[in-house]
């Protein structure tokens, strides 16, 4: 039996406690190694370009550089690495501002340890963890349209209609199984279709992908 990926984990966060809380739980999975942890995104940044992990824990709420000043400026040096998002705030706004700064991820300080776990290794595969009050903010957001915060639409680039199907699916809430079952193709042939998307709408996650296409102007 093949031994598990190892994923290396850095963390920003200038709380102590949970800077400590992160460092242990981190540390306590086989498959983990912690990459290193910061107080702050000055001491963090240089440091982060030269590690690479595979995943960063970002707070938004950090003294000087902002996280998400930090989440756009690693998922600009570190386009492979995963970024998920850990703090008190689950405002709308502050959810989307940080999706589109880069976040793969947003999970809420107080999460079972258990959740944040399974959102790391959900986020360095490709997912997208939301912390449960937060994906149901999302997705009523999603539903009610006008509603969530929003840029001045932007054309899209020319996507075939099999790709505005899966698009139209995920920003119902369908994750891509589902998205996958109810189009009748494999998952795999999603993943393929994503991979597409992704690079037309130049972006890096899902989550991004789902905004974009809501933000355009689809008419």
């Known amino acids: 039996m093949p031994d598990p990926i190892t994923l290396r984990i850095g963390i920003i ?24 942890s910061w107080s ?19 707070d938004l709420e950090l003294p000087g550089i902002s996280g998400e000043d930090c989440l756009r400026a690693l998922s600009a040096m570190l386009p492979a690495t995963a970024l998920v998002v850990l703090t008190v705030h689950n405002e709308a706004e502050r959810v989307f501002s940080a999706l589109r700064a880069g976040a793969n991820g ?3 300080k107080g999460a079972p340890p258990a959740e944040i776990i399974a959102g790391l290794r959900a986020a360095r595969s490709g997912g997208s963890p939301l912390s449960p009050d ?21 054309p899209l680039p020319s996507l075939t209609p099999r790709e505005r199907q899966i698009l139209d699916r995920l ?17 795999e042939t999603l993943r393929d279709y994503l991979k597409q998307i992704y690079r037309k709408l130049q972006v890096r996650t899902r989550t991004e992908a789902v905004l974009r296409y809501l933000d355009a102007d689809r008419r």
């Open 13 to 36: 966060e200038d709380d102590r406690f949970t800077k400590t809380m992160l460092e242990k739980l981190v540390s306590k999975q086989p498959d983990f190694i912690l990459a290193g």
């Open 40 to 58: 702050t995104g000055e001491d963090a940044l240089p440091e982060l370009a030269q590690l690479s992990p595979d995943v960063v824990i970002v």
């Open 106 to 108: 947003y999970l809420v």
């Open 134 to 154: 937060v994906a149901t903010m999302v997705i009523k957001a999603f539903r009610k349209g006008p509603a969530m915060p929003s840029k001045p639409a932007i």
């Open 171 to 187: 920003a119902k809430g369908l994750v891509p199984k589902e998205a996958a079952s109810e189009l009748n193709i494999s998952y």
